[in-house]
């Protein structure tokens, strides 16, 4: 018997089926410049008036998130909010198992009676 795992993509679910990645807007003090956004993982840098910056985009789930209200905190940015936006449908991705199973005849029993 082997197993052999195959991966299925499943785009044509309808989107409310599918796991959301939620939207944040984190708006800190000051005017980041656009050398920052490296340093957001891509994440988009908007300059308001009024001095602040909003950090926003798709945050993959809350340890991502504490991981940049951290990274935030390390440089000395101080936050002025945090905001979830909406979710983002993603494609979802399901791994399953194939089982194949092979069956080699054995040797065949006879029963042998006596007299």
């Keep these: 018997m082997t197993t052999e795992p195959t991966t299925e993509q499943s785009t044509s ?9 939620p939207e ?3 708006r800190v003090e000051g005017h980041l410049g656009d050398r920052w956004e490296a340093w957001f993982d891509g994440l988009r840098l908007v300059a308001e008036e009024g001095g602040t910056t909003v ?3 798709p945050v993959a789930d809350q340890a991502a998130l504490h991981g940049l209200l951290q990274k935030l905190r390390d440089l000395g940015i ?5 905001t979830q936006v909406s979710p983002i449908a993603t ?8 089982t194949t199973t092979t069956t080699t005849p054995g040797p065949t029993l006879r029963r042998h009676e006596g007299n």
């Design 55 to 57: 950090i926003v985009g």
């Design 24 to 26: 944040y807007e984190i």
């Design 13 to 21: 679910a309808p989107a409310a089926d599918r796991p959301a990645v």
């Design 91 to 98: 494609t979802t991705t399901r791994i399953t198992s194939t």
């Design 78 to 82: 101080p936050l002025v909010s945090l």
